[in-house]
């Protein structure tokens, strides 16, 4: 079966994928973890704890009932995002356990490997 034209032509720039594999291989699996516990926490408990604080601020004011809808929709948005944010940096920590390589080796070197690989897993999945 023949491929499409448009196929052929999507590739990512070497610069593109040098610089995304920098961002990725920035922190050791370790500071990663760290990372992703300290932001789940923070939009997981800290930041939802303040906005209910706010919230019980406004006791006898006339804005409380609409503050405390638009609080309470955007908690459960921030709580979210700290569970999306923690998996994220949970996903990097596992994949720079595993895949981790020596900093010393130039990032051209591996750079196109490994973001080849995760391109072609997104194509899979999504195609």
């Known amino acids: 079966m023949p491929q499409s034209r448009d196929h052929k032509n999507r590739k990512i720039p070497d610069a593109a994928s040098s610089e995304s594999l920098h961002i990725t291989n920035m922190f050791t699996w370790r500071a990663y973890i760290l990372l992703g ?7 997981y408990w800290v930041v939802p704890a303040w906005l209910n604080h706010e919230l019980s601020t406004l006791q006898h ?10 609080f309470m929709r955007r908690i459960y948005w921030i709580q979210l995002a700290g569970i999306a944010l923690g998996s994220i940096c949970i996903v990097f920590a596992i994949r720079n356990y595993f895949f981790t390589y020596p900093i010393k080796r130039p990032i051209s ?3 196109g490997s490994n973001v080849n690989f995760f391109c072609r897993l997104f194509a899979k999945l999504m195609g």
Do not use: D, K, Q, Y
Request: proline share 5%.
């Open 37 to 43: 516990s300290l932001l789940f926490m923070i939009f």
């Open 61 to 70: 004011g006339s804005v409380r009932p609409i503050a405390e809808t638009l």
């Open 109 to 111: 070197r591996r750079g």
